[in-house]
């Protein structure tokens, strides 16, 4: 087992509006990306970030060696509860994560 940030070129997570987050993880090339499109499980993000399956949006973007991910924020944006109104931090936890 190997953690996703240690293949990925770069993770990144932003804010996607109020409501929701987007993740980006960049390859460096073609073998890198068709290995964390494969290894990576949206029910194991869904589950790393506590939501439902049925809301994450995953996108495998081949010409661009990018996977993408988009998940409800558990705040809306600018709220007292909201953490990270810019998403920026959500990004570490999916480095960490690790894949096959």
Known sequence: MIELGQIA??????????FWLTIDIFC??????????A??????????FRT????????DIADLNVV???????????????RDMHGAAWAVLLEE???A
Not at 9 to 18: D, E, L, T
Not at 28 to 37: G, P, T, V
């Open 52 to 59: 439902d399956p049925a809301q994450v949006k995953r996108f």
């Open 68 to 82: 993408k991910f988009s998940l409800p924020r558990p705040a809306v944006q600018g709220t007292r509860a909201d």
């Open 97 to 99: 994560m690790e894949i």
């Open 28 to 37: 460096r090339n073609r073998a890198d990306f068709q290995r964390i499109s």
């Open 9 to 18: 070129q770069k993770v990144r997570s932003k804010n996607a509006g109020p």
């Open 39 to 48: 290894a990576l499980d949206t029910e194991a993000v869904a589950a790393l």
